[in-house]
């Protein structure tokens, strides 16, 4: 099998699902009995989030942990919203969001905030000028992500976050789910607020991830109940996939400085030997994350493509946004200022630090065949 | 260019005559044993100065480290160049490039050295021209700067340095000889520890465990607590005393409003007998007037009796948030605040005496032998020594 949707989710690295299975099995106290076995729990959970911490140069009170990259979202967004309303109902975000930031916000105009929706250029990036005037008196939030999910664009977060400190009165949240592990990000200092990372994209498990909020940021929870995680988001603590998200930090920091060049350099032939096929349009920006490709091969669905490599057991994806009017269209290239011959026969590679060459090679002949297969039939 | 040291000066100890020396050598050793992990990097010590070496190490984890040894006033990085006008001028706008949210600036220049060239005042002049001209948005102003340039012309070398950073003050720990901190896991003791240390006391503890009363989440707690402690020193002995027996007798044999005074006079004679042991020469307490029943006045006085050791009680005339406020400046309140039981709060009789009578507690405990009891606290002692470095875990190993 050769697995390009490393995106959409991550193999499971073997590592973490032996960390899972050993504190399952070994420390299935719940951390707030009062008895021996969960005082050990709890002292698990303390190293977690201590390690975790030190990971992302933060202190432990600042570690929530979550379900993952769309609950971090939602408890950032709705959280800030719902506690800071007296001051002001403006929230500033993108085009280009994921859905559960953009949801968020859309949900959040129902109940009588308002949104600005910043444009991007074609390369898939905010300007920095749009950003600062949007900002109002009564702004509370800007949420933008750091990677695009789709496309790989970077935006300037670092940037955003100096714009952010001149304003005390609002707060920034980061999207950093595609981000970590394969895009450095600072946090110390760097104005960012809150930022989610998600566990199951980074080759650890579904249903784990963190939302670090910076201690002097209070947010409204979502999840009320025994005041878990600084009475941020209550609920039993999964303290299996805590330590197992925790283990998945730490291999994909590892491997990030030591092979994001060697990931680059994939992704790098990748768009070399894909620009060599005729019809086949590259729409990530030059400058975009090292594991993220993405083209458009105009006149073929590519959902037929999609299937003509699964039958070769080669796995990549389109993005279908269902929530555009076109069936198929890609609402993201289509902020990018895309035609629609691009924008609906996009296809997605996003790759992992495990990906090789020779699966590059297989996958790009398996692409040239299908696309050849297909013009054939058709005439 | 980069900072290539820090320049240390000199808090309190400064006005010492003749023993600064030791107190010199002590704050020394104190910052040396803080930058141990920092491989290459060292003390140095000339005339009047002391100054931590980075050798090519990046200077922010040296300074936080440093900011938490006391005895300095303050700290500044600094950078240390050849006695050349060109060098200089780099140096200061490095300097003033680095130092953070500056709007305005002075220059301020030393000429210790009479054989440079250039007087201070051209030089002065010189140095803000160059600083002007190759920045954007940043100003002088001479009165109220936001960050002053120094430049110390010294024979051997030039020294630049920018924003002064404050220390904790105090007197270098150790200089001031040991103290046994009474440490229950409460938000008091910790900060008490704190200050004693702040005046230069070396520091060992005391904590009473009743199990099964007591949890041993209640001990790893007094154990986080002295570890976080151990940031200002380099480490921490805490002895554990095995209180049950005799708590449980305490209960037992005496009248119920008097327990309480009872107790708390074990502990000090239990904290002296250490003291003894250890060649500590007083105790350090949390103690402060008017908080609890323990803390009347004719309480202090019924308890203080046992021992003619000097108590040390730094939070004596502060308020609660005062306390809570350094608590959470120095990072133990929030594990003070996590609720378990502890020794002075299972056994808690419904109605404590606040004005115990010394005659009356005396006579009470002439009543029974608790010294068997005593005696057995002592023997069953379990000490165990914080320092300020990370934990091996404990069969956690390998998970994360």
Same mark, same amino acid.
């Given at each position: 099998m050769i697995y390009l949707d490393n995106s959409a989710t991550t193999k499971p690295d073997e590592a973490v699902l032996q960390s899972f299975d050993q504190v399952t099995k070994q420390f299935y106290a719940n951390p707030s009995s009062i008895h021996q076995f969960g005082g050990t729990a709890e002292k698990l959970l303390h190293a977690a989030k201590q390690q975790a911490a030190e990971i992302l140069q933060v202190e432990r009170n600042e570690i929530v942990f979550t379900s993952g990259g769309t609950e971090g979202n939602n408890t950032a967004i709705k959280g800030i919203a719902l506690e800071h309303q007296g001051r002001g109902k403006h929230i500033i975000t993108s085009v280009i969001e994921h859905p559960s930031v953009e949801e968020s916000c859309i949900a959040l105009e129902k109940l009588g905030f308002t949104v600005t929706y910043l444009p991007v250029d074609e390369n898939g990036v905010i300007s920095l000028d749009d950003l600062k005037n949007a900002i109002q008196d009564d702004t509370i939030l800007i949420s933008i992500m750091h990677v695009n999910n789709e496309t790989g664009s970077i935006q300037p977060v670092e940037e955003i976050g100096k714009i952010a400190k001149q304003h005390p009165k609002l707060f920034f949240h980061v999207d950093d789910v595609q981000g970590f592990g394969k895009v450095p990000l600072e946090l110390p200092n760097s104005g960012i607020d809150l930022c989610t990372i998600s566990g199951h994209k980074i080759h650890g498990l579904k249903g784990t991830g963190i939302l670090y909020v910076n201690k002097h940021t209070k947010l409204f929870p979502l999840f009320h109940g025994g005041d878990q995680e600084q009475a941020i988001r209550s609920g039993t603590e999964n303290l299996a996939g805590i330590v197992s998200m925790v283990k998945a930090m730490r291999l994909i920091k590892d491997r990030e400085k030591k092979e994001v060049k060697a990931l680059n350099g994939m992704k790098e032939y990748l768009l070399d030997e894909l620009r060599a096929i005729e019809g086949v349009f590259i729409n990530t920006p030059i400058d975009g994350a090292p594991?993220?490709?993405?083209? $458009?091969?105009p006149g073929i669905k590519p959902e037929v493509i999609i299937h003509i490599l699964g039958e070769r057991d080669i796995y990549i994806s389109t993005k279908s946004a269902c929530s555009s009017k076109q069936k198929d269209e890609s609402k993201i290239l289509a902020a990018c200022g895309l035609d629609n011959d691009r924008t609906t026969s996009a296809l997605r590679i996003s790759l992992a630090y495990d990906n090789t060459r020779e699966e590059l090679e297989t996958f790009v002949q398996a692409l040239a065949a299908a696309i050849t297969q297909f013009r054939e039939v058709m005439e | 260019m980069q900072y290539d040291h820090i320049l240390i000066r000199y808090g309190e100890m400064s006005l010492k005559g003749k023993n600064i020396k030791q107190f010199i050598i002590k704050l020394q050793e104190n910052l040396q044993q803080k930058i141990k992990e920092f491989p290459n990097v060292k003390v140095t010590r000339t005339q009047g100065r002391m100054f931590v070496l980075l050798n090519g190490h990046d200077p922010e984890p040296v300074m936080e480290k440093c900011k938490k040894v006391f005895g300095i006033q303050s700290l500044s990085l600094a950078i240390k160049v050849d006695n050349d006008i060109e060098q200089i001028k780099e140096a200061a706008l490095f300097a003033l490039q680095n130092a953070k949210d500056v709007k305005t600036f002075k220059v301020a220049v030393k000429r210790i050295n009479k054989n440079f060239p250039i007087h201070t005042n051209e030089l002065n002049q010189v140095l803000g021209a160059h600083l002007l001209t190759n920045t954007d948005g940043i100003t002088v102003d001479v009165h109220n700067p936001d960050v002053e340039v120094k430049v110390e012309i010294r024979l051997?070398?030039?020294?630049? &340095? $920018?924003?002064?950073? %404050? +220390?904790l003050g105090g007197l270098p720990v150790g200089t001031s000889g040991k103290s046994l901190l009474l440490l229950s896991g409460g938000i008091d003791s910790p900060v008490a520890g704190f200050l004693a240390m702040k005046r230069g006391v070396h520091l060992e503890a005391i904590h009473f465990h009743s199990p099964p009363y007591t949890s041993e989440r209640a001990k790893q707690k007094v154990i986080d607590l002295s570890k976080q402690l151990t940031k200002y020193a380099k480490s921490i002995k805490i002895h554990i005393v095995?209180? &049950?027996? %005799?708590q449980q007798e305490i209960f037992?044999? !005496?009248?119920? $409003?008097?327990? !309480?005074t009872i107790m708390r006079r074990m502990m000090f004679r239990i904290a002296e007998q250490v003291s003894r042991n250890e060649s500590i020469l007083s105790l350090t307490t949390g103690e402060n007037l008017g908080q609890v029943a323990s803390q009347t006045m004719e309480s202090m006085h019924a308890i203080?009796?046992? &021992?003619?050791?000097?108590?040390i009680r730094p939070l004596v005339a502060m308020d609660k948030q005062e306390v809570i406020d350094i608590s959470k400046q120095i990072g133990t309140y929030e594990t003070s605040i996590l609720p378990y039981e502890d020794c002075c709060t299972i056994f808690v009789p419904k109605a404590p005496k606040t004005k115990p009578r010394l005659d009356k507690v005396s006579y009470y405990e002439s009543t029974y032998d608790f010294t068997k009891s005593i005696e057995e606290a002592i023997a069953g002692i379990e000490t165990i020594?914080?320092?300020?470095?990370?934990?091996?875990?404990? +069969?956690? $190993? +390998?998970l994360f």
């Open positions: 594991h993220i490709v993405n083209i $458009s091969v | 051997e070398a030039a020294y630049i &340095t $920018s924003k002064a950073v %404050l +220390g095995p209180f &049950t027996k %005799l037992r044999e !005496m009248p119920e $409003s008097y327990a !309480m203080n009796n046992v &021992t003619n050791y000097p108590i020594v914080a320092h300020d470095r990370k934990d091996a875990d404990e +069969g956690f $190993s +390998g």
